[in-house]
């Protein structure tokens, strides 16, 4: 929400300060220099990136516009973790099987939808529930292969951002090719009247002030701000991992739980005492 924010108040300054010192708008309004800035950078950004990309970067936009991880993600996050480990305790790890084989068929998962959604997530926590109940890694070789996990992960899905990013830079010099073209087209109706040569003229400027607009103030924003998105979001997986890594280590469920809690952002983490009355709650 904050990011469209960000972007009418953008807009409505410089629209503001442009009125104020006696401009048009009229005269902003150039279509062709829209078009010739906006399809470059397009298909610039499309040869820049090959298609799992763009498509994971117009997932990471349209997600940018919601809310993000809340307290309530990341309580039914360790509530369900508490489940499962409380199956393992009583049943052994055997008992996990089907709920890890099927995570979307598992009476415990399937009441959060919120996370099976994730497909990350489940994954996850998926593969590395069958390596603990296999016995055979230890929990130090695990948290290593977990990292690993998390930041071959991060890499792929900061590979969007980036491509956004060299887009942004790439707007002014598109801005300027613009300009010289609006240059070219004035240089021939350069014998008529005063009149239309200056708008022309005008018209050839516009396409520099867009692409520097939409650089330093839509584009290159949106780059630094999925990014930041990214970041932030990374702590419901690492939420996931040492709760993971507790239970590995053979802490009781409520214990590996709290492991999870403490590597939660501050902003977003729920008390001891709310997670421990939610895990009662889930006993009832």
Request: net charge negative; with cysteine; charged share 20%.
């Amino acid at each position: 929400m904050l990011t469209i924010v960000g972007a009418i108040v953008v807009a409505a300054a410089i629209i503001a300060g442009y009125t104020w010192e006696g401009g048009k708008l009229l005269v902003l309004f150039q279509p062709a220099e829209f078009l010739i800035i906006g399809g470059a950078a397009i298909g610039s950004l499309i040869v820049a990136a090959p298609i799992n990309v763009l498509k994971d970067l117009i997932r990471q936009i349209m997600a940018s516009f919601g809310p993000g991880y809340s307290k309530k993600n990341y309580m039914e996050l360790m509530v369900m973790l508490y489940e499962i480990f409380n199956i393992a305790r009583r049943e052994g790890l055997v008992g996990l099987e089907t709920h890890i084989e099927k995570p979307h068929e598992s009476d415990v998962m399937g009441k959060y939808p919120a996370f099976l959604k994730n497909h990350h997530a489940v994954s996850f926590m998926a593969d590395t529930m069958r390596l603990i109940i296999t016995g055979s890694v230890q929990p130090h070789e695990l948290e290593s292969l977990l990292d690993q996990d998390l930041e071959t992960h991060h890499e792929e899905i900061d590979q969007g951002p980036a491509v956004l990013a060299v887009t942004a830079e790439s707007m002014p010099g598109l801005g300027i090719v613009a300009a010289v073209l609006g240059v070219v087209i004035t240089m021939g109706a350069i014998g008529g009247p005063p009149e239309i040569i200056g708008e022309k003229v005008g018209a050839a400027l516009v396409g520099t002030f867009l692409g520097v607009l939409c650089c330093y103030g839509f584009v290159g924003p949106l780059a630094s701000n999925l990014r930041s998105v990214n970041y932030t979001n990374s702590g419901y997986m690492k939420c996931l991992k040492q709760c993971l890594l507790a239970f590995c280590k053979g802490f009781p469920p409520s214990i590996a739980v709290e492991y999870g809690r403490r590597s939660i952002p501050n902003e977003t983490r729920p008390t001891f005492v709310e997670v421990e009355e939610a895990c009662k709650e889930s006993r009832k």
